[in-house]
């Protein structure tokens, strides 16, 4: 999972109007809302192919398509292959038998956004280094003031020294990510090994007697 970089805070004024960029104290009471917007997935399928070549107990040994061969110990009683559309554990296997396994890889891409709120009314500020806000639940909450922060207000542009007692903000603050959601599910199957050829019709059969 990827994350990026949040995006920075920003504080609008109702008294006119916007943009101040601030850091909120963690004590600060927030209302927060997160919404998802989910892409498009896309799939990767995987197919691996192995020969039965041994069978005892619950010891398995596999031939793989390179001709390594692989030796798996312990297979667990909820092992279960389709083979031939019947469903089979690891007693059901025999040799000979091809099994297949196929990998499905979905990967979804994800866009989390998480806007927190803030409201209160200026009840002293110390330009240009911060902001004391009184907050709803009757609190008070100092917030630093970038440095060169420019707010407009009623259609003027001012600095830190234009905020005044009494001003109502509201601040937001929007954090927007984007992550990766990965799902893989196997599936088992296989097929029975090939019936032993018959032997040509002129081809003499040896009975004991």
């Not at 396994?101 to 240009?128: A, E, L, S």
């Not at 599936?187 to 004991?208: E, H």
């Amino acid at each position: 999972m990827k994350w990026e970089k949040a995006a920075p805070l920003s504080l609008v004024l109702v008294a006119g109007v916007v943009c101040i960029a601030f850091a909120l104290n963690a004590n600060a009471q927030i209302h927060t809302k997160t919404t998802t917007t989910t892409g498009k997935a896309t799939q990767q399928v995987k197919v691996d192919r192995a020969e039965v070549v041994l069978v005892a107990g619950n010891d398995l040994v596999l031939k793989v398509e390179d001709g390594t061969i692989r030796h798996i110990a312990n297979v667990p009683q909820t092992f279960r292959a389709t083979v031939d559309g019947r469903e089979m554990g690891i007693y059901d296997l025999k040799v000979g038998m091809i099994l297949e396994r196929t990998t499905t890889i979905t990967t979804t891409p994800k866009v989390v956004t998480t806007v927190q709120t803030i409201k209160g009314r200026v009840w002293n500020v110390n330009p240009p280094r911060y902001v004391m806000l009184a907050l709803e639940d009757g609190s008070s909450q100092r917030f630093e003031i970038p440095d060169g922060q420019k707010f407009k207000v009623e259609g003027q542009t001012v600095d830190a020294w234009g905020l005044k007692p009494g001003m109502i903000i509201t601040a937001t603050k929007v954090v927007e990510f984007t992550a990766t959601e990965v799902e893989q599910q196997r599936k088992l199957t296989g097929s029975m090994p090939p019936a032993p050829a018959m032997p040509p019709a002129d081809t003499p059969i040896l009975i004991a007697k």
